[in-house]
């Protein structure tokens, strides 16, 4: 082969390549480019894989991704939104979604095609907790719903062959637990009890939040549906129950009154207790059952939250918080941003859960479907949560955190009741003055709200 020839090769070849080049760039040029709003790092991996996903069976569409750090997510949200800033898709935290909706900073979804077919498949506390004057604004993200952790080991031990039905059982079982000095890895079990962070997170108001709705037994056991506190003599029973625990019963540690949130619970996954209060069911998968976090993986199950009213319920009643997805009402791409939304919180192109079963078996995330917990795949992810009888059972008892925190004045008073319910805990009040000081607290904001 002559120069000549290979040079008329090679041109040949830098032509084809030029060719094809151009043809890619048209191509993408042609795409649909929407946007993804979304905060990191949550689940960052698992939603970056989705959306790959989807751009295959989506071929015409792009989707370009805005990742906000979470502390910044609302503000940098509402600056933009009031700017009139151009959004497609914007993954959503349940205590904002009110105000977005009235504001009228997202599209209500009632008449996006196929909507009817969630409607019939979420359950209805996560339908409540994505919905804001009657109308469905998302799909979900992910669920999560709340339950407790036991060692049925030390249970077996102590003689007990289930787990505590009520609060008053829960309570006997821990003082035979600690009076009989059962071991556990080599310890002593002196605090049988244990539970999230005490100290002034939100996770001390989640407790108590639990406790309230169990001595109820009842919805709307904090605020009635025009955000009048409704709590009264439940209110001081589940915060006396707790005090009594750490010092009355001492089954409950108070050191919990000062700990960080993620402390409390390598505490109990290091093998420090039989009880905890309470576990979102992602920590199952996540903390409790993972050889390489956690000491008591594999021994931990799942159980039935304890009612304190077993004429009400059965059940403790659990609460259900529903990170979503929204249409901005911004949107220039409508029809691609349904298409969007529909794969990453409902149905992919085939008709398949695709990314609500792949949060749950690649992250330990829950799920707001009901017909998933008769799949095979999802059965066997769940199954390391302790049993999933457990949890579709206890999503029968379930209510839309909407019904505490769906008001527009709820953050604020929120931050003041955990600092009122440490207080009680930690002696420098008492029980009823700080019930109180969160009664007032809360017509207080309520009233300047309305002004």
């Not at 002559?2 to 993408?28: M, Q």
């Not at 989807?54 to 370009?64: C, G, L, S």
């Not at 002593?188 to 709705?213: C, E, H, M, R």
């Amino acid at each position: 082969m002559n120069f000549k020839t290979k040079k008329l090769i090679y041109l040949s070849l830098v032509l084809l390549l030029v060719f094809v080049f151009s043809l890619l760039v048209l191509a993408e040029e042609d795409k649909v480019k929407i946007s993804l709003t979304i905060w990191t790092p949550s689940l960052m991996t698992t939603v970056m894989d989705g959306i790959k996903e989807f751009e295959k069976q989506y071929p015409n569409i792009k989707v370009n991704v805005n990742d906000i750090p979470s502390k910044q997510y609302a503000d940098f949200l509402i600056t933009k939104l009031v700017a009139g800033a151009e959004f497609d898709v914007i993954q959503m935290k349940d205590e904002i979604l009110p105000s977005f909706a009235q504001a009228g900073w997202i599209l209500p979804l009632d008449d996006f095609p196929g909507i009817e077919q969630y409607r019939e498949d979420l359950s209805q506390a996560s339908i409540g907790q994505m919905t804001w004057d009657g109308k469905l604004y998302g799909l979900p993200f992910y669920q999560t719903i709340g339950a407790y952790a036991y060692i049925p080991e030390i249970l077996n031990k102590a003689g007990y062959d289930h787990p505590p039905k009520n609060y008053d059982e829960l309570v006997e079982m821990a003082i035979k637990i600690k009076e009989k000095q059962i071991e556990y890895k080599g310890k002593a079990i002196k605090y049988p009890i244990g539970t999230l962070t005490l100290s002034q997170y939100q996770d001390i108001f989640n407790i108590w939040v639990t406790l309230v709705y169990a001595f109820k037994g009842e919805h709307n056991a904090i605020f009635d549906k025009e955000g009048t506190p409704v709590w009264g003599e439940y209110g001081r029973q589940a915060l006396q129950w707790l005090y009594d625990a750490i010092y009355k019963y001492e089954v409950i540690n108070k050191v919990n009154l000062a700990l960080e949130p993620q402390a409390a619970m390598e505490n109990y996954a290091a093998g420090q207790g039989v009880f905890f209060l309470y576990s979102g069911d992602w920590m199952f998968g996540y903390l409790f059952n993972k050889p390489e976090l956690s000491k008591i993986a594999g021994e931990v199950k799942a159980g039935l939250l304890p009612t304190g009213n077993p004429d009400k319920s059965e059940v403790g009643l659990t609460s259900v918080v529903c990170r979503s997805y929204v249409i901005a009402a911004t949107s220039k791409h409508k029809e691609e941003a349904w298409k969007l939304l529909q794969f990453m919180g409902g149905k992919d192109k085939f008709g398949e859960y695709n990314q609500p079963k792949r949060i749950l078996i690649e992250d330990g995330d829950g799920f707001a479907y009901q017909s998933l917990y008769d799949d095979p795949e999802m059965k066997e992810a769940l199954a390391v949560r302790g049993s999933i009888e457990v949890w579709a059972e206890q999503n029968k008892y379930s209510y839309p955190y909407m019904e505490i925190t769906g008001f527009n004045w709820f953050s604020d008073w929120m931050r003041y009741a955990n600092a009122q319910l440490n207080g009680a805990l930690v002696k420098e009040i008492e029980i009823d003055e700080a019930l109180n000081n969160m009664e007032k607290k809360a017509k207080t904001l309520a009233a300047e709200m309305k002004e």
